[in-house]
């Protein structure tokens, strides 16, 4: 299986001389069942560190736009994503999340270990932010145990900004299982569901010592962005008004939102 040469034989050992990552509470994860692991975000090499640490594959659910590009570099990424066992997920709503939720169902159904985070994307600045409830939903539809887990050190590896990332140490904490069978039979509303999102997420932060703040980081990164627009001057054009073929002073390529 390829997904074993990669970690044993090809990448695994460059990534750990080069990161020289250290773990703990390995013995919290079953050796065999289905089993969700929830953690926190800020690098994209999350969800490689995690299944190099942990002795049993972890299927991990990847935004869809890894699995949609265009040209070599989408084929590359696609190829990439896929040999790791990460799924594409649809963060848009409606069906599209729906879609992800039952091929993160399938997997747990078949006795496998999914990888998630329920913040739903990226940290910006390392912090622990709310946690969205669709890994409540996981956790009751499934009644698959949650194994909460800290990713330590990710976020210095590239900071905003840079692009040769830093090979620095990296560090992954397994907590013990978490059972929410006290919750089976109950109608899954919303502040059940905001209930075992918000005890997941406490476990994140306690094994992670991260600052939490009680809002989306999706809203955050938002903000940030707008924040960073320049401000149109009094007096000047409207991009419109200009003239066609003139380059726009201050134009923003808003930046594709990573993870």
Same mark, same amino acid.
Not at 6 to 34: H, Q, Y
Not at 83 to 100: C, E, I, K, Y
Not at 171 to 183: C, H, P
Not at 200 to 224: C, F, N
């Given at each position: 299986?390829?997904? $074993?040469?990669?970690?044993?034989?090809?990448?695994?050992?460059?990534?750990?001389?080069?990161?020289?990552? $250290?773990?703990?509470?390995?013995?919290?994860?079953?050796?065999?069942?289905?089993?969700?692991?929830? &953690?926190?975000?800020?690098?994209?090499?999350?969800?490689?560190?995690?299944?190099?640490?942990?002795? =049993?594959?972890?299927?991990?659910?990847?935004? %869809?736009?890894?699995?949609? +590009?265009?040209?070599?570099?989408?084929?590359?990424?696609? $190829? *990439?994503? %896929?040999?790791?066992?990460?799924?594409?997920?649809?963060?848009?709503?409606?069906? @599209?999340?729906?879609?992800?939720? #039952?091929?993160?169902?399938?997997?747990?159904? !078949?006795?496998?270990?999914? &990888?998630?985070?329920? !913040?739903?994307?990226?940290?910006?600045? &390392?912090?622990?932010?709310?946690?969205?409830?669709?890994?409540?939903?996981?956790?009751?539809?499934?009644?698959?145990?949650?194994?909460?887990?800290?990713?330590?050190? /990710?976020?210095?590896?590239?900071?905003?900004?840079?692009?040769?990332?830093? *090979? =620095? =140490?990296?560090?992954?904490?397994? &907590?013990?299982?978490?059972? *929410?069978?006290?919750?089976?039979?109950?109608?899954?509303?919303?502040?059940?569901?905001?209930?075992?999102?918000? !005890?997941?997420?406490?476990?994140?932060?306690?094994?992670? @010592?991260?600052?939490?703040?009680?809002?989306?980081?999706?809203?955050?990164?938002?903000?940030?962005?707008?924040?960073?627009?320049?401000?149109? /001057? !009094? +007096?000047?054009?409207?991009?419109?008004?200009?003239?066609?073929?003139?380059?726009?002073? +201050?134009?923003? #390529?808003?930046?594709? #939102?990573?993870?």
């Amino acid at each position: 299986m390829f997904y $074993w040469f990669l970690k044993r034989v090809l990448a695994g050992p460059i990534l750990r001389m080069l990161f020289r990552p $250290w773990v703990r509470g390995l013995d919290n994860l079953p050796s065999d069942g289905p089993a969700i692991i929830a &953690g926190n975000h800020n690098h994209f090499m999350d969800s490689i560190f995690v299944p190099l640490l942990a002795p =049993r594959p972890v299927v991990y659910l990847a935004k %869809k736009d890894y699995f949609t +590009g265009r040209g070599l570099k989408g084929a590359v990424t696609r $190829w *990439f994503f %896929k040999l790791n066992n990460q799924l594409p997920m649809d963060r848009a709503g409606g069906t @599209g999340s729906q879609a992800s939720l #039952e091929s993160g169902l399938k997997v747990l159904g !078949e006795g496998n270990s999914l &990888g998630i985070y329920p !913040e739903g994307t990226r940290s910006p600045d &390392g912090k622990l932010y709310r946690g969205r409830t669709g890994v409540a939903r996981l956790v009751l539809e499934s009644g698959a145990p949650v194994i909460p887990v800290a990713i330590i050190g /990710t976020d210095k590896i590239q900071p905003p900004g840079r692009l040769i990332p830093k *090979f =620095r =140490r990296v560090g992954i904490v397994f &907590g013990s299982a978490m059972d *929410f069978s006290k919750y089976e039979g109950l109608p899954a509303d919303r502040f059940l569901l905001r209930s075992v999102t918000d !005890e997941i997420m406490y476990e994140i932060m306690r094994l992670s @010592g991260q600052e939490y703040v009680d809002k989306y980081a999706s809203s955050v990164k938002t903000k940030l962005l707008t924040s960073s627009k320049p401000k149109r /001057t !009094e +007096g000047s054009k409207p991009a419109d008004q200009r003239k066609k073929g003139s380059t726009a002073e +201050g134009a923003d #390529e808003a930046p594709d #939102e990573s993870d």
